[in-house]
């Protein structure tokens, strides 16, 4: 069965860096894209970037452009998000997600809180 | 960037209801419109892509509608189950911009 699995929590000081990881199973990790999702606690989606694993080519959303970096692992099937320069606002649930039919995200990781606290 | 307006924000409904929910986009997006749903502490789950196409193994009482800048999700008979969070989502081009949320709980 399709399986994202994606890495622990994290707690980071201000202006530091998180690597969050995304192992994929069940399926051939090249023949999708993938797509990075967050949510602040107890707010909506807020749509990050993607990546095609076949080739690493990234697309990212304006707010991030700079501050975040997609990258992946073939050989391990895992692709990652860093996101650099850490404020409190980037506290939140980070999600990956499987790009399928309609560009649409049709199986998800479990979700990594990342907490950034002085 | 593509703006979506999704409504109502929130919705009491029973067991039982037809409900509801519509997502406006600010621009024509064709049938490039997901749904989902997500729980409390749990990731999004896909129930539809493309405006109307049923994702495998979401049950048949969830229907979506619509092309260009009006959509709507539909359940015909609410369940239990179904009392959560739903966002719509374009897929038109980058950014994959959300809605807001509808929460929809229990009467």
């Known amino acids: 069965q399709v399986q994202l699995v994606q890495s622990g929590a994290e707690v980071k000081k201000p202006g530091a860096s998180v690597k969050v990881s995304c192992k994929a199973s069940?399926?051939?990790?090249?023949?999708?894209?993938i797509n990075w999702v967050r949510q602040a606690t107890g707010q909506g989606l807020e749509w990050m970037g993607w990546?095609?694993?076949?080739?690493?080519?990234?697309g990212y959303a304006q707010t991030f452009q700079g501050r975040v970096t997609l990258t992946r692992n073939t050989s391990e099937s895992t692709a990652y998000l860093e996101l650099n320069s850490l404020t409190s606002e980037d506290t939140a649930v980070y999600y990956c997600?499987?790009?399928?039919?309609?560009?649409?995200?049709?199986?998800w990781g479990q979700g990594t809180l990342v907490t950034v606290s002085s | 960037d593509i703006q979506m307006t999704q409504s109502p924000s929130s919705l009491s409904a029973s067991v039982g209801d037809r409900v509801t929910i519509t997502c406006r986009t600010s621009?024509?997006?064709?049938?490039?419109l997901n749904w989902y749903q997500q729980k409390p502490g749990k990731a999004p789950k896909l129930l539809i892509y493309?405006?109307?196409s049923l994702q495998s193994g979401v049950p048949s009482r969830f229907s979506g509608s619509g092309s260009g800048t009006d959509f709507t999700l539909t359940i015909s008979s609410l369940q239990p189950e179904d009392f959560a969070t739903y966002y719509c989502?374009?897929?038109?081009?980058?950014?994959?911009?959300f809605g807001q949320g509808t929460k929809l709980e229990i009467k």
């Open positions: 621009q024509s997006i064709s049938i490039y």
């Open positions: 069940g399926y051939t990790f090249t023949s999708y894209d």
């Open positions: 989502q374009h897929s038109y081009d980058t950014p994959y911009t």
């Open positions: 990546m095609i694993p076949n080739n690493g080519n990234t």
């Open positions: 493309s405006a109307s």
């Open positions: 997600a499987r790009r399928a039919l309609g560009y649409s995200s049709d199986y």
